[in-house]
């Protein structure tokens, strides 16, 4: 099991970005996918999921209605597009995986089994 973020950069405020988060050795239609950032001296925040089945979506309020979750089978990718982009985003993004669709845990690292290395995403003024 692999997961390969990517899409990181630097911008400015207001700006807009879209990472990706690309999977190997199964599929996103068996698995969980979650968003999650770490900034400095900080703790792993999770900010968005998607449900493997239903391709159920919820969202942190940090993030609500600036970032979007979606899912491309074909592709075997999980993309956050993130929009109106601040500051305060500044940080390493990582997309987990899970094998599980329950409602438990989804915005906490504990929940998850499989982690990338991790994409920095600078936002600055």
């Known amino acids: 099991v692999q997961l390969v973020e990517s899409g990181g950069t630097s911008v400015q405020t207001g700006g807009a970005l879209r990472l990706s988060c690309a999977a190997s050795?199964?599929?996103?239609?068996?698995?969980?996918i979650g968003w999650f950032r770490q900034a400095p001296g900080k703790e792993r925040e999770g900010i968005s999921y998607?449900?493997?089945?239903?391709?159920?979506?919820a969202y942190a309020d940090s993030v609500k209605g600036r970032f979007t979750i979606s899912s491309d089978s074909a592709k075997n990718t999980v993309y956050l597009q993130m929009n109106r982009l601040k500051p305060e985003d500044t940080a390493l993004y990582f997309c987990?995986?899970?094998?599980?669709?329950?409602?438990?845990?989804?915005?906490?690292?504990?929940?998850?089994?499989?982690w990338g290395q991790g994409t920095q995403v600078t936002v600055s003024s």
């Open positions: 987990a995986a899970r094998d599980s669709d329950s409602f438990y845990y989804t915005f906490l690292p504990g929940g998850y089994d499989y």
């Open positions: 998607i449900t493997s089945a239903d391709k159920y979506t």
């Open positions: 050795g199964f599929t996103v239609d068996d698995y969980a």
